[in-house]
């Protein structure tokens, strides 16, 4: 069955440094991949999506992510960091049924 | 444009009740989606609706029905509601035919079934 695993539950990065976030999917045909950002008490926001083509996407807020078909991962970075991008993230491919499978997150905390 | 809408933004039920939440998509969208979110299962696909009709369904039991109007407007229903039911409800909706659009969510429904 096809899933999405995020490693990491909780980052916390000090503000202006870099970020990865980590998402490994298990899918056996070409993916659709994506990434989403949740506010508190918001609801989630689409910063980027893979479907073909170049294997680094660009999205909104200064955030991209690569895809890796070799190690079925498509990591979300950003160079430099604000106090608002602390949220949650989430990662999210599309399965065969067009269902969006969910991670189960990863909630970044910035330190000033 | 406007964006997604959901009614209530919160709501509080006891066991055994019913309840029925409401989206409404982009103007033009006419696809609306169903998630639950919780601290432990994370977001779960519900079913997703497409011109009237329902194109997916997720591993929830039959206590979970929904439809959608000529309008796109969705509801969801859940009947003989338990406690594991509390939950952010969220909606979302996407355009076009193509299934892989992006989806645009709404704030959600936070339910508390005490």
């Known amino acids: 069955a096809q899933s999405v695993t995020q490693p990491d539950i909780h980052i916390t990065v000090s503000e202006g440094a870099s970020l990865e976030l980590r998402c490994n999917y298990s899918?056996?045909?070409?993916?659709?991949l994506f990434w989403y950002v949740q506010s508190p008490g918001q609801g989630l926001q689409l910063l980027l999506k893979?479907?073909?083509?170049?294997?680094l996407v660009q999205g909104i807020k200064g955030f991209e992510a690569e895809f890796k078909r070799s190690q079925s991962s498509f990591n979300l970075r950003k160079p430099s960091v604000h106090w608002s991008d602390a949220a949650e993230y989430f990662c999210?491919?599309?399965?065969?049924?067009?269902?969006?499978?969910f991670g189960k997150g990863t909630r970044l905390h910035i330190l000033p | 444009k406007a964006g997604v809408t959901q009614t209530p933004r919160y709501l509080i039920k006891t066991r055994g009740q019913q309840v029925t939440l409401s989206c409404s998509p982009i103007?033009?969208?006419?696809?609306v989606s169903w998630y639950q979110q919780t601290p432990g299962q994370g977001l779960q696909f519900l079913f997703e609706?497409?011109?009237?009709?329902?194109?997916n369904k997720g591993n929830f039991p039959g206590r979970f029905s929904g439809r959608q109007f000529s309008n796109s407007r969705s509801e969801m229903n859940v009947s003989t509601l338990e406690l594991g039911d509390s939950a952010l409800y969220l909606c979302?909706?996407?355009?076009?035919?193509?299934?892989?659009?992006?989806?645009?969510f709404g704030p959600g429904t936070r339910l508390t079934v005490t």
């Open positions: 899918y056996g045909a070409t993916p659709y």
């Open positions: 893979y479907f073909s083509g170049d294997t």
């Open positions: 103007s033009g969208h006419r696809s």
């Open positions: 979302a909706s996407s355009g076009g035919t193509s299934r892989h659009y992006e989806q645009y």
């Open positions: 999210a491919v599309a399965d065969r049924d067009d269902k969006i499978i």
């Open positions: 609706y497409f011109s009237e009709t329902q194109r």
